[in-house]
């Protein structure tokens, strides 16, 4: 079982930054993509930034710019900086990270999530 522990949500007033820290434990199989995902009250969870183990990441349009996402993969943890935050980035924000194990079986797992509120 692989748990991920989140850390970093809080509240920012808008042009401010926070960053994000997710860290996994378990068991890790590599090539992995660790991830950020957020949820506004009532809208569907969206994919914010992905990066895979092996080095390519990736951005939703609405972060770009402004958002970044690094890795440690020696201690299996992914970071989301993000700058110059806007009241439409309030959500939770929620880890995940992805593998296939040497059967070839897929893994998907989630952090509990924390809050992100962005206003004056």
């Known amino acids: 079982q692989v748990q991920l522990v989140e850390s970093g949500g809080g509240l920012v007033q808008p042009g401010g930054s926070l960053r994000l820290s997710c860290e996994a434990s378990g068991s890790i199989f590599s090539p992995n993509n660790m991830g950020w995902y957020r949820q506004a009250a009532g809208k569907q969870r969206e994919m914010v930034a992905t990066a895979i183990s092996t080095g390519p990441t990736n951005y939703a349009d609405s972060v770009k710019g402004r958002f970044t996402i690094s890795r440690d993969n020696a201690k299996n943890t992914v970071y989301l900086q993000m700058n110059n935050l806007n009241p439409e980035d309030t959500a939770v924000y929620y880890c995940?990270?992805?593998?296939?194990?040497?059967?070839?079986?897929?893994?998907?797992?989630w952090g509990q999530g924390t809050q992100v509120t962005v206003s004056s």
């Open positions: 995940n990270i992805k593998y296939l194990d040497d059967g070839a079986h897929g893994h998907d797992y």
